[in-house]
């Protein structure tokens, strides 16, 4: 099992840049893929980005992709997700989620362990 909390949201206008930390409790993290999904108000949970377990691979939603990067440091049970050129339709809570084996990694029904979430706001 995995605990997971969510920092580094905030209150930020169009253009801006934050980054999320992800920080995970537990001596197996390296072994999950960590996924970050988003939900707005009135809105379904979507899938934000997911990495591996090592690290080596990475995948986005189409809506984020060359602006969003997510990275991990298995030394430090943590996962990242850095934003850049934010929108106002960016706005959301998000989360991060841990899988031992999601093979549809876009669905957050694969993801067994949820963070809390931190709110991120982006003015226009």
């Known amino acids: 099992q995995v605990q997971l909390v969510e920092s580094g949201g905030g209150l930020v206008q169009a253009g801006d840049s934050l980054r999320l930390s992800c920080a995970a409790s537990g001596r197996t993290f390296s072994s999950y893929i960590m996924g970050w999904f988003r939900q707005a108000p009135g809105k379904e949970r979507e899938f934000v980005a997911v990495?591996?377990?090592?690290?080596?691979?990475?995948y986005y939603a189409d809506s984020v992709k060359g602006r969003f990067t997510i990275s991990r440091d298995n030394a430090k049970n943590t996962v990242y997700l850095q934003m850049d050129s934010l929108k106002p339709e960016d706005t959301a809570i998000y989360h991060c989620?841990?899988?031992?084996?999601?093979?549809?990694?876009?669905?957050?029904?694969?993801?067994?362990?949820w963070g809390q979430g931190t709110q991120v706001t982006v003015s226009s």
């Open positions: 990495i591996n377990a090592s690290g080596g691979r990475t």
């Open positions: 989620a841990a899988c031992s084996y999601c093979p549809g990694y876009a669905s957050p029904k694969q993801y067994p362990y």
